[in-house]
């Protein structure tokens, strides 16, 4: 016999269009499980041992482009410098090459003291400069740029035959009296080398490069003298084949011997 009213309720069946019911399926599917977030860590994990060896290598190789980038403004400025006779400092007519201070206009320059006198640093401040001002930012006698370290030196008078090199003052510019770069010399001679801050992080090769604006390279092998921030810097000669600035001596490249004991070689245009 047919019944007819509220039909009937079974207990523990939920319905399928119970808005409940369906909330709490949705919270039990969501979310990741273990084995998912392993296999995204190692992924990860896969990808960056990949990709990072690249990125450093491609750190390390715009670092060391843009040092020699520099060295070449460098060079730029030095034979402006000199042509503009801005540091005459023996008044014969023929300019002089400068230090980062005195380039950058940070540092007085070095001038003609008079007849029987030391020169000294009443040149004032070079100005337009023909380096940028941050050129001039010294720290123990080097600049700092882009990873790489900075240094400048002018040639001493010649003794025993040799020409020695003078570095940049400690706060920048020139020395006056015993320690002042020769002002005959001044006119012919200068170099600059660039080294990394981190051997090895920001940098592996050392650059060098002098009046002739040829720059040479080591090539980054720790079997030789390897340069880095402000405790290994290279000495003057360390590119050359003897302790001289002076035109008699040559630099080690093309199989000759430099005074560091490092392979030096030219740096391609």
């Known amino acids: 016999m ?6 009937a309720f079974r207990f523990g069946t939920p319905t399928t269009n119970n808005p409940n019911n369906m909330r709490i399926r949705n919270q039990r599917q969501s979310g990741f499980t273990l084995i998912e977030l392993m296999i995204v860590v190692a992924i990860i994990a896969i990808v960056t041992a990949v990709a990072l060896p690249k990125m450093m290598s491609a750190r390390l190789s715009a670092n060391e482009n843009a040092a020699v980038a520099n060295l070449r403004t460098i060079a730029a400025a030095q034979q402006s410098f000199q042509s503009s006779c801005s540091v005459d ?15 950058a206009g940070s540092d007085a320059m070095r001038a003609w ?11 004032g401040l070079l100005n337009p400069p023909f380096l940028a001002t941050t050129f001039g930012n010294i720290a123990t006698s080097v600049v700092e740029r882009q990873g790489y370290m900075f240094k400048i030196y002018l040639p001493a008078a ?7 090199g003078i570095a940049e003052a400690a706060g920048g510019g020139a020395t006056t009296g015993a320690g002042a770069p020769d ?5 012919i001679y200068w170099c600059a080398y660039a080294w990394p801050k981190q051997a090895g992080k920001t940098g592996n090769r050392c650059f060098f490069i002098n009046q002739d604006q040829d720059i040479i390279q080591t ?28 035109a008699h001596v040559g630099l080690a490249i093309m199989g000759k011997s430099a005074v560091d004991t490092n392979l030096w070689t030219a740096v391609g245009n």
Do not use: H, I, W
């Open 183 to 187: 002002s005959a010399n001044c006119e």
């Open 2 to 7: 047919g019944q007819t009213g509220t039909p």
């Open 219 to 246: 090539d980054g092998k720790v079997t030789a003298a390897r340069y880095e921030g402000t405790s290994l810097t290279p000495a003057f000669s360390a590119a050359y084949e003897s302790a001289d600035m002076g």
């Open 158 to 164: 010649e003794a025993s035959g040799t020409v020695a």
């Open 89 to 103: 400092t023996d008044a014969d007519g023929g300019g002089e090459f400068g230090f980062f201070g005195e380039l």
């Open 113 to 123: 003291g008079g007849v029987g006198t030391a020169p000294d640093l009443s040149g």
